[in-house]
């Protein structure tokens, strides 16, 4: 085999080799998504709780970057948090400020630091989006939330 053809096989078997590595292993990247659906509510709070949307969430060393959509609120949004539960499902404090459309459709954005524990839970399915409205579960005005799952 001639020198070119060896240099050229060396070539061939590294992208090969590679070609199986994703991408956010090789960035470092984690990307999760949620599906921003009712809060639990009563049936006097029924009426005022509705709407839906979804978040993409990328960690990005400590910083967790949300962007996301929402539509149908029946009144409009005011805040959204991201907050941190004990397990998927189970609320828990807020532990970072996104940011709002105030409109009943629109849009989320912003980034929160995470500990390294709050990146953990992350990875574990314990935080989650909450978008509040003027309407909403009487007590905060929570209307929807989704848990960030891979």
């Not at 992350?122 to 509040?132: A, D, S």
Request: with cysteine; proline share 3%; aromatic share 4%.
């Amino acid at each position: 085999m001639t020198r070119s053809r060896r240099v050229v096989m060396m070539f061939v078997l590294a992208a090969v080799a590679c070609a199986g590595i994703p991408v956010a292993a090789q960035s470092g990247d984690d990307t999760f998504t949620a599906r921003l659906e009712w809060v639990p509510t009563t049936v006097r709070d029924r009426p005022n709780v509705t709407g839906r949307g979804s978040a993409t969430a990328r960690l990005s060393g400590a910083t967790l970057s949300v962007t996301g959509s929402f539509e149908g609120l029946a009144a409009p949004a005011t805040v959204v948090r991201l907050h941190e539960g004990v397990a998927i499902g189970a609320r828990g404090p807020a532990i970072g400020d996104l940011t709002i459309t105030k409109a009943a459709s629109g849009t989320i954005s912003g980034s929160v630091t995470l500990t390294a524990a709050q990146a953990e839970h992350l990875r574990e399915g314990k935080l989650y989006v909450q978008v509040h409205c003027e309407k909403g579960v009487e007590e905060d005005g929570s209307t929807l939330w989704g848990w960030l799952l891979r």
